[in-house]
């Protein structure tokens, strides 16, 4: 009798248990922003690929060590710039910031409203050699060919730069006057750190005392295919983006002859030391951003993926175990360990007296530098291995911008009206981009590109066969057209 009732207590805790998770389930409504969709924007889409196939003619390649590297590329684009858009350039104010970064500065109608900033970067990276012959358009060439421009700077970041003016452009010649002032912020070094570039413009804007309502720079897109379980195409706004530092180990021992090897050698010491960093990760955390994310798009879901992610409370342990087994979703969810250079030895029977390595994190909001300095001392625990910041990159992660604000809103409201058939989720940068020098600037400092990709896309950043498809890019002006309306 006694294991009946104990077996008819837990059957009703079970069905109490289910009844909870499928009444909390159903109450996870869709949180997708209901709005009408807009009549597509007219634009001659021919004449706008030509001008961005143009731009990526110009070798642009930024460096770390040279400002001056390929200036003359620099120089010929910002003349194609002010021969493209003729009256932008005539109604905004234009500046050369430290060397070959523009600011463009729209005066808005309301001196007391906010402004706010468009940013996109004029730099690319260059082609790996030896793989020119593998693109099928040749990478400086531009071309515009069935249906796609191709080139380096097409996606990374030219797109963005050439959409912005393209539809100023349009507003300018519709008679178009902001309430607000609008900033276009164009770093020329972000694939190098953009210290030159953004840094200078932000320290010049806070020199003018100047605070962002908003600020919109490259970062997440419009993803199709690459979120397990979600159908529709995904617009990933990045409301914050992870903290860089990369940290070099050193360590110094008496050298000897591999013949006569001592019980603990400069590389078996750093190499245990490397192991620890490696199976020891900084712990994972969903609550936050990553919870707030996958939240967001467990309504649009189907099956016991939108169960799970609508009861974290129950599934949380499951999901972050499950979640952390892929490197695209461990990378949301924590600091992330990167083991990248190891140095140690020059000769084959020489034990060597010093070892080296780099280890490079990704830091979650919420993590900070002095943390991970603090984890790699507790999990390494040999005082003889040094640990320094490498070089002067380190940043913190950024803060998290608003999403219950009218900046976050009316960019939601844009993707919803220009993309009708996408959803809309905040998530995570892991990458860096030029728009965390302006963190302190606004509270809401947004990473979005309007333009969709797919799994087959993500090859060709910074990789062989960069293109953009003119449909594509006539989307992401459309988008800019209509976010300037819907800022305010």
Do not use: C
């Amino acid at each position: 009798m006694a294991v009946k009732k104990v077996l008819a207590v837990a059957l009703a805790g079970i069905g109490v248990l289910a009844l909870a998770v499928g009444v909390n389930t159903a109450r996870s409504g869709s949180k997708q922003l209901a709005v009408a969709p807009v009549a597509p924007l007219q634009l001659d889409e021919g004449a706008a690929a030509q001008r961005l196939g143009e731009s990526l003619r110009f070798m642009t390649i930024s460096d770390a060590t040279n400002a001056d590297a390929n200036a003359a590329e620099f120089d010929k684009l910002h003349a194609h710039l002010q021969a493209s858009f003729p009256r932008l350039h005539a109604a905004l104010k234009r500046e050369n910031v430290n060397g070959k970064a523009l600011l463009y500065t729209w005066q808005g109608s309301d001196a007391n409203a906010a402004p706010v900033m468009w940013m996109a970067h004029q730099d690319v990276v260059p082609i790996a050699p030896g793989t020119e012959k593998d693109w099928q358009q040749q990478p400086w060439s531009g071309a515009v060919h069935e249906g796609y421009i191709w080139g380096r700077g097409a996606w990374d970041d030219k797109g963005n730069l050439y959409a912005q003016m393209e539809a100023i452009e349009m507003l300018l010649a519709a008679g178009f006057q902001p309430r607000r002032t609008l900033y276009l912020a164009y770093g020329a070094d972000e694939e190098v750190g953009g210290k030159r570039g953004a840094a200078a413009i932000a320290e010049l804007l806070k020199a003018r005392k100047v605070k962002l309502d908003y600020v919109l720079d490259e970062g997440l897109m419009i993803v199709q295919g690459m979120v397990p379980g979600l159908e529709p195409a995904a617009a990933m706004i990045g409301v914050a983006e992870k903290g860089y530092a990369s940290y070099k180990l050193e360590l110094e021992v008496p050298p000897g002859h591999s013949s006569m090897p001592p019980q603990q050698t400069a590389i078996g010491m750093m190499s245990r030391a490397l192991s620890a960093l490696e199976a020891n990760p900084m712990p994972v955390r969903m609550a936050g951003l990553p919870q707030h994310s996958f939240e967001t798009l467990a309504p649009e879901m189907g099956g016991f993926n939108r169960v799970a992610l609508s009861n974290f409370w129950l599934f949380g342990p499951m999901l972050e175990r499950m979640l952390a087994k892929s490197p695209s979703t461990n990378a949301l969810m924590r600091t992330t360990t990167a083991l990248t250079i190891v140095n140690a030895g020059v000769k084959d029977n020489v034990l060597p007296g010093t070892a080296s390595a780099t280890v490079n994190f990704r830091l979650l909001p919420g993590d900070t530098l002095a943390g991970v300095e603090q984890h790699m001392h507790k999990v390494i625990g040999n005082d003889k291995i040094r640990i320094a910041p490498d070089g002067n990159s380190n940043t913190e992660a950024s803060r998290v911008a608003r999403t219950d604000g009218p900046a976050y809103a009316a960019v939601n409201r844009t993707v919803r009206e220009v993309f009708p058939d996408v959803v809309v989720a905040p998530s995570l940068m892991i990458g860096a981009t030029d728009s965390r020098y302006f963190d302190g600037m606004s509270d809401s400092v947004l990473k979005f590109a309007p333009v969709r990709a797919r799994p087959e896309d993500l090859p060709r950043f910074h990789g062989t066969n960069e293109r953009m498809s003119v449909k594509g890019y006539a989307d992401m002006i459309r988008f800019y057209h209509r976010l300037l309306k819907n800022s305010g």
